[in-house]
């Protein structure tokens, strides 16, 4: 079955500083998805990423950058020079199934980060 | 595109009570899930659709506990008799191909007193 685990459940941070999201997934599939959501105090899921598990590739997008490596099953979140408005929880999520229509995604418990002025 | 749209997104009902919450997925997309939120177990899949067909439904917590999916723009979550326990944040999310990418609702914020 698949899992997806968060060890961080809360982290704070002052503004400017880097911070690293961990996220570590279990799965049997050899194709498989993985997603990053990000749920701001006003309580919607708002996509961030998704990649595939053939691509290993780093991910940078603004202050986002995203690490995959598949030989330690992680998919680390990595906010540079945070801001306040990056306050929120990170949720890691895994779709199995190979990219079939009746996927499922399931979530890590979610990490709440907390950016102080 | 309006995105995914929850109805009503907040309810307080009476323990008992029977409540039915609602969700149009974006058009076009062939799979939706039913998800529910708290703090102790943060978020859990109840049941997806995938083209108006239920796939899954071992999330459903138990039989007070309904979900349809009439047509491609339309789908409901029951819960009858509502308990205290069931409050929760109940999101709906579609999907094209699944992997493609997840869209979520705003969220019913259910509270059951």
């Known amino acids: 079955a698949q899992k997806v685990t968060q060890a961080q459940t809360e982290i704070s941070v002052v503004e400017k500083e880097d911070v690293t999201l961990d996220c570590v997934y279990e799965?049997?599939?050899?194709?498989?998805?993985l997603f990053w959501y990000k749920q701001p105090p006003s309580g919607e899921l708002v996509f961030l990423i998704r990649r595939n598990s053939f691509d290993e590739q780093n991910e940078i997008s603004g202050r986002y950058s995203w690490n995959f490596q598949k030989s330690t099953s992680s998919f680390n979140f990595t906010i540079t020079a945070s801001q306040v408005v990056d306050s929120a929880v990170y949720f890691c999520a895994l779709s199995e199934a190979g990219g079939r229509a009746n996927s499922k995604l399931t979530f890590g418990k979610g990490i709440t980060l907390s950016v102080r002025p | 595109d309006a995105g995914v749209i929850q109805s009503p997104r907040h309810e307080v009902t009476e323990m008992g009570q029977e409540v039915t919450l609602r969700c149009k997925p974006i058009?076009?997309?062939?799979?939706l899930f039913w998800y529910r939120q708290t703090m102790m177990r943060g978020l859990e899949l109840l049941i997806y659709f995938n083209n108006n067909v239920p796939i899954d439904d071992s999330g459903m917590p138990e039989d007070r506990f309904s979900a349809k999916m009439p047509n491609a723009s339309f789908s409901t979550l029951k819960i009858q008799p509502s308990e205290p326990r069931d409050s929760a944040v109940y999101f709906c999310?579609?999907?094209?191909?699944?992997?493609?990418?997840?869209?979520f609702g705003s969220g019913t914020r259910l509270t059951v007193v």
């Open positions: 799965t049997r599939d050899t194709t498989y998805y």
């Open positions: 999310a579609s999907s094209f191909q699944g992997n493609y990418g997840y869209t």
């Open positions: 058009s076009g997309h062939n799979s």
